[in-house]
């Protein structure tokens, strides 16, 4: 009988056991997702949709803020009306209203009919998702700004939280239109990044996620820069002029939310399929996170990473690269491990474990995963072993390895004789092993 699951279903179980953290960190959380009127023109929210209804179901507390440009554009040349902005903000004049309110309308009910459906045989099957709509906005006008009248063009003044967390509380989505009205009966024409990052500062909410044009922030390089905080973020909005006006809005958007009570935001490429998915249940996501927190930590292990590590060094065991520990073990020792935590799961560690009165410490157990092997953090974990070791009084650190002695010798560790060791580590020495020594002087 055949037991091998095959490479795709295999990598299907990988995915979905490691996004188990995950679903359970989100339940009961509150997510504001924002999003252009483009999407709903390109026809990209019915894939949405779905990943909205999965996290639905998972218990996530979803707050929908969508724009309504090209909807709005397409209005305005519909009745000849000139369009105008200053500083990329719209000047709504009362026949401009006019459009934005219908566009905001139109697209508010397409997200409504989309998110009501209920098709057998689709993801959207058994759903029933309430969405709820609304004056949950009130707004104040911008005014009159370097002598342009904006007109009805205004800023968020307020969000209505009590009554959105009424809704959310329903396991409702709640829908957030670029609209806001006044105490006066007045309507005014809102950036849906404004809406959006004001909506999850003031919900407290734990993410707010742009979907942009493009796969997030580039660096020099044009590398995708994963990982900025709030401080970082803003300095580069402030000294690179390449970035596209839409992601500079929502870029603005990040930090003020980061700055405003919402531990994370992410920028992501709404053109890719599943990228609400892809960047909230794996570890490094696809596109850019703004966030004030630690994304990496390195620390002293605890009896709560005992899982965490045996998962990690076990690949290594079975190819006999380290040497093997039981939980038991592991857990009478965990005070001499130290750890790199990304996002909730342990990615490398290693241990220390001194000879205080031969000023010596030996090195054992470093192991970094697979995906992370390239980053440097079997160097960084090195250097923070050798700093606890000095901190500690010891004077040299000794290392056992049979596979990896170019490594270790790259960072200055030089080859020794058994007898250069402790008594005590002398008798443990395992010789069906046959580990070379290395030492290197603090």
């Known amino acids: 009988m055949n037991t091998e699951t095959p490479l795709d279903l295999q990598t299907f179980v990988s995915w979905f056991r490691n996004s188990a953290p995950y679903i359970n960190a989100f339940r009961g959380r509150t997510f504001v997702i924002s999003f252009g009127g483009e999407l709903i023109a390109e026809q990209q929210f019915a894939n949405l949709v779905h990943d909205i209804a999965l996290l639905n179901s998972l218990g996530v507390r979803l707050v929908l803020v969508h724009g309504a440009r090209p909807q709005i554009e397409e209005r305005l040349k519909a009745r000849n009306v000139e369009i105008q902005y200053v500083d990329d903000l ?25 998110l009501s459906m209920g098709l057998a045989n689709s993801p959207m099957a058994g759903a029933s998702i309430r969405v709820t709509s609304g004056n949950f906005v009130t707004a104040k006008p911008l005014g009159i700004r370097d002598g ?22 329903n396991n409702s989505i709640v829908v957030l239109s670029p609209l806001g009205y006044s105490p006066t009966g007045e309507v ?50 402030n000294t690179r002029d390449d970035i596209p006006p839409a992601i500079r809005k929502c870029l603005g958007s990040a930090i003020y939310a980061c700055n405003h009570g919402v531990r994370r935001s ?41 899982g965490g590590i045996l998962e990690l060094i076990e690949p290594l065991e079975e190819e006999g690269i380290l040497v093997r520990r039981s939980r038991e073990l592991l857990e009478v020792e965990i005070d001499h491990f130290y750890v790199v935590e990304r996002d909730g799961t342990i990615i490398a560690c290693t241990a220390l474990y001194p000879f205080a009165k031969q000023k010596l410490g030996e090195l054992a157990c470093l192991a970094v995963h697979k995906d992370y092997r390239n980053g440097g953090r079997g160097d960084d974990l090195l250097k923070y072993v050798e700093r606890v070791a000095k901190k500690q009084k010891l004077k040299r650190l000794f290392v056992f390895t049979t596979r990896t002695a170019h490594w270790f010798q790259e960072r200055g560790f030089n080859t020794v004789e058994l007898d250069a060791l402790p008594i005590e580590r002398q008798q443990a020495y395992n010789y069906q092993r046959q580990s070379r020594v290395f030492l290197k002087k603090l």
Request: with cysteine; aromatic share 2%; hydrophobic share 45%.
């Open 90 to 114: 719209r000047v709504t004049d009362a026949d401009a209203l006019a459009c934005v309110i219908e566009a905001a309308g139109s697209v508010r009910v397409e997200i409504e009919a989309l």
């Open 188 to 237: 005014f024409n809102l950036s849906a990044e404004d809406v959006a990052s004001s909506a999850a500062s003031q919900l407290g909410a734990d993410k707010l996620i742009s979907l942009i044009d493009g796969s997030g922030l580039k660096d020099a390089g044009n590398s995708l820069m994963r990982e900025l905080t709030p401080i970082a973020a803003d300095e580069l909005l």
């Open 148 to 169: 342009i009248d904006f007109c009805h063009t205004g800023e968020v003044r307020n969000i209505d939280i009590a009554a959105i967390n009424n809704q959310l509380d």
């Open 266 to 306: 992410h920028l992501i490429d709404r053109h890719v399929d599943g990228a609400i998915l892809l960047e909230l249940f794996t570890r490094d996501g696809i596109g850019t996170l703004i966030t004030a927190e630690t994304f990496e930590d390195m620390r002293q292990a605890n009896i709560e990473d005992v």
